[in-house]
Nanobody, 123 residues
Framework: VQLQAFGGGLVQAGVSLRLSCAAS????????MSWFRQVPGKEREFVAH????????FYADSVVGRFTISRDNAKNTVWLQMNNLKPEDTAVYFC?????????????????WGQGTQVTVSS
């Protein structure tokens, strides 16, 4: 499967942004999906996760109550709605797909990655 993330941009603190991740190929519903983010010089950081069947979500403590992950398996798309953005949310955001057994927060357990989309939040 190929993943393409888009929707990033330069915004002011407090506003909202929605990232999209479109998957090509087949069997999108068989992939658990997550969003990660990364800033230069730091490790890739887990942000949000959604299960294959769209019935379970999990978030990093830093985004709980502000970010919402969702997916539509019929559209082969996963979204990350980001509200009340903060300067510390500035990063490149990646979507990732996991197959089989995986640990939610472990980037190495994800098989497929999108190319990343830059989110910059100014204060």
């Amino acid at each position: 499967v190929q993943l393409q993330a888009f929707g990033g941009g330069l915004v002011q603190a407090g506003v909202s942004l929605r990232l999209s991740c479109a998957a090509s190929g087949h069997s999108f519903s068989s992939y658990a999906m997550s969003w990660f983010r990364q800033v230069p010089g730091k490790e890739r950081e887990f942000v949000a996760h959604i299960s294959r069947s769209n019935d379970n979500t999990f978030y990093a403590d830093s985004v709980v109550g502000r970010f919402t992950i969702s997916r539509d398996n019929a559209k082969n798309t996963v979204w990350l709605q980001m509200n009340n953005l903060k300067p510390e949310d500035t990063a490149v955001y990646f979507c990732a797909a996991a197959v089989g057994a995986y640990r939610i927060k472990r980037p190495g357990d994800y098989r497929y990655w999108g190319q990343g989309t830059q989110v910059t939040v100014s204060s």
